[in-house]
T-cell receptor
């Protein structure tokens, strides 16, 4: 059973389009995250939600909007895609935020390429 | 705000040799420290973490790490490297809100 799953795995699209990436976790966790990994492998947190409530909202263009329909799902919608949005997007989940040391479990990633 | 430095971009180790990957962190409070591994085209897998107690932490796949507060370090070690250990390794520091800040990663190459 996949603990944290993302769809799609690959996404190739044109500049200016709107796209969504879906994430689901079956671990019963309360907190979910989105991370962006750029071409240099640098990983940076974008958002976190705890039980459908936004907790962390880093400096991310407002073209990116997370949506959490329930605590097992956290989707990422991106409007007006730009070349610089090309990256690998990782979803993660943890039990928290009861403490800062809860382990985060990562999904396999979605490779987004904007042409 | 917390930060992490991994000074080695890549390291090559012979199979069977010992390994140490360096990680230095900056954080004003008690740090929560993590090591993750990423194989090519894969997600991240947690190797181990430190948040309190014994400063020598054991993880999966035979890895261990030692927290040294005086040096602000959390180096990852393995006594004998296997070819399957070749991957990218990320050190991260977290705060009480579970915001993880990652280092830039160290790519481990294993030579036969």
């Amino acid at each position: 059973d996949t603990a944290v799953s993302q769809t799609p795995k690959y996404l190739v699209t044109q500049m200016g389009n709107d796209k969504s990436i879906k994430c689901e976790q079956n671990l019963g966790h309360d907190t979910m995250y989105w991370y962006k990994q750029d071409s240099k492998k640098f990983l940076k947190i974008m958002f976190s939600y705890n039980n459908k409530e936004l907790i962390i909202n880093e400096t991310v263009p407002n073209r990116f909007s997370p949506k959490s329909p329930d605590k097992a799902h956290l989707n990422l919608h991106i409007n007006s895609l730009e070349l610089g949005d090309s990256a690998v997007y990782f979803c993660a989940s943890s039990q928290g935020p009861t403490s800062g040391h809860d382990s985060q479990y990562f999904g396999p990633g979605t490779r987004l390429l904007v042409l | 705000a917390q930060s992490v430095t991994q000074p080695d971009i890549h390291i090559t180790v012979s199979e069977g040799a010992s390994l140490e990957l360096r990680c230095n962190y900056s954080y004003g409070a008690t740090p929560y420290l993590f090591w993750y591994v990423q194989s090519p085209g894969q997600g991240l897998q947690l190797l181990l973490k430190y948040f309190s107690g014994d400063t020598l932490v054991q993880g999966i796949k035979g890895f261990e790490a030692e927290f040294k507060r005086s040096q602000s370090s959390f180096n990852l070690r393995k006594p004998s490297v296997h070819w399957s250990d070749a991957a990218e390794y990320f050190c991260a520091v977290g705060d009480r809100f579970q915001k993880l800040v990652f280092g830039t990663g160290t790519r481990l190459l294993v030579s036969p």
